[in-house]
């Protein structure tokens, strides 16, 4: 059905709010004022809602810069203007901490393009038997042929591009995921932005790879900038993109990277933060909000492979970070040695559990900075902060709603928001990252 509509706001997606019949529509690409022809169709209880043509155009609204946008669903903002993407994302984060206090004008990106660091690419074929490569559509797995990601690193693009091109001139298959047949599933590849050095990981359904010399050989001639190459096992009927086995084809098989000053050690599945330069924002803030001297004990909970915890380290007494993923450990140990640093632990284990033993044992820590998943924090954790009594909790988030719901508790059991920061992490889709600060009442 075909209804002409008129967008009253924003849902915290992004996507435009309109009224129909009664019921309220969410539009993706539409925007507040505009008026527009949008096709609804009805699944079971909901409706759908697809713009079809905007007939009043709002004056925030662009042309996507990127051809795939509207087909690809991996940004959701480029068809608004930059200014209005920080109007949108700041009203975003006012609203959700209005409980709180006003949080600081938005840290947005100077050069809002070309930022991501990591890339992944799937390959299959065409209905011609072509080989094409590029990023699922939306909820399928109906893979988009994509030639250039406007937000990921052009060199990325362009080492893709060389295996295509040797896929179509060889014998190398595509991984089919219907017939169990061919070879290749994906290509991950990582870039250290300031040290350059380049990571490519094939992801493969065999450990058999037949002419690998001559493939290693041809992406390497036309990419000398590749530092190593991996191939990684995935036999695995998953969407999960990594499997356990690996195999380092050429080079030392990690990468490093520097940030803030530290040289970190990236392997294929670790966690390092996509946008280095806003995250140097982030983590600056963070360490400004800990207000650290040289002698406080400071608690990195959720450490990942120690960034933060090093970071804060230079400014600390001393750093412990705890982290449950025993290989993200080993990397923030090697970090830590990597760059000197005498006085920062880290432990394998459940950071709530670690510290109420602390509190047991009469043991003080002055500032915790927590940094959960998007999914935010638990009970068990928030209490054991509170029955650990830090000065200050620096509380940085990738999801500001269950940053809002776990900043709630904290207030209730004895702390104070003192300042939150939101920081532009992904610029061109709806994601905000954000830092506040906390203190002891």
């Not at 040797?166 to 290749?184: A, I, V």
């Not at 300031?194 to 010399?213: P, Q, R, T, Y």
């Not at 800990?290 to 933060?308: F, R, W």
């Not at 809002?404 to 992904?426: C, N, S, T, W």
Request: glycine share 8%.
């Amino acid at each position: 059905m075909t209804a002409e509509v008129t967008c009253t706001g924003l849902t915290n997606e992004g996507k435009g709010l309109a009224e129909w019949k009664g019921k309220q529509l969410e539009v993706p690409q539409l925007l507040p004022g505009e008026k527009a022809e949008v096709t609804v169709t009805k699944q079971g209880k909901f409706e759908n809602a697809e713009l079809k043509r905007v007939i009043e155009s709002a004056e925030d609204r662009v042309e996507p810069p990127c051809p795939y946008y509207y087909e690809c669903g991996g940004c959701q903002l480029q068809h608004m203007s930059n200014n209005a993407q920080a109007g949108f994302k700041q009203k975003t984060i006012d609203s959700l901490m209005k409980p709180f206090r006003k949080p600081n004008p938005i840290l947005m990106m100077d050069h809002p393009y070309d930022y991501r660091n990591k890339s992944h690419t799937t390959f299959g074929t065409n209905q011609q038997r072509q080989v094409i490569g590029g990023l699922y559509a939306q909820n399928t797995h109906e893979i988009i042929p994509i030639d250039r990601c406007l937000i990921q690193d052009p060199k990325a693009d362009e080492i893709v591009e060389t295996i295509k091109d040797y896929m179509r001139n060889s014998k190398m298959q595509p991984y089919n995921e219907d017939t169990g047949r061919g070879f290749l599933r994906h290509v991950l590849i990582k870039v250290g932005k300031v040290s350059g050095e380049i990571m490519v990981v094939l992801v493969a359904a065999s450990s058999e790879f037949k002419g690998k010399n001559k493939f290693v050989k041809t992406v390497r001639a036309a990419h000398p900038e590749i530092t190593t190459m991996l191939l990684n096992v995935n036999k695995r009927d998953t969407s999960v993109v990594l499997g356990d086995q690996e195999k380092v084809l050429f080079g030392k098989g990690t990468i490093t990277d520097t940030l803030c000053g530290l040289k970190f050690e990236i392997s294929a599945k670790s966690f390092y933060q996509i946008n280095p330069s806003q995250t140097e924002k982030l983590y600056g803030k963070a360490i400004e909000m800990a207000e650290l001297t040289g002698k406080e004990t400071v608690i990195d909970a959720y450490c990942g492979i120690g960034t933060i915890g090093l970071v804060a380290s230079k400014e600390a007494g001393k750093v412990i970070g705890v982290e449950l993923n025993k290989d993200a450990v080993k990397d923030a140990i090697r970090n830590s040695k990597r760059n000197g640093v005498k006085n920062a632990r880290f432990y394998k284990g459940d950071a709530g559990e670690f510290m109420v033993e602390m509190a047991a044992r009469g043991e003080r820590a002055e500032v915790v900075i927590m940094d959960p998943p998007r999914s935010g924090s638990d009970e068990a954790f928030l209490s054991s902060v509170a029955k650990l009594k830090p000065a200050r909790v620096v509380y940085v988030s990738c999801n500001p709603d269950t940053q809002a719901r776990d900043l709630k508790y904290l207030v209730k059991h004895g702390y104070k928001v003192e300042e939150i920061q939101p920081v532009d992490m992904f610029p061109q889709t709806y994601h905000v990252e954000s830092v506040a600060k906390l203190t002891r009442k």
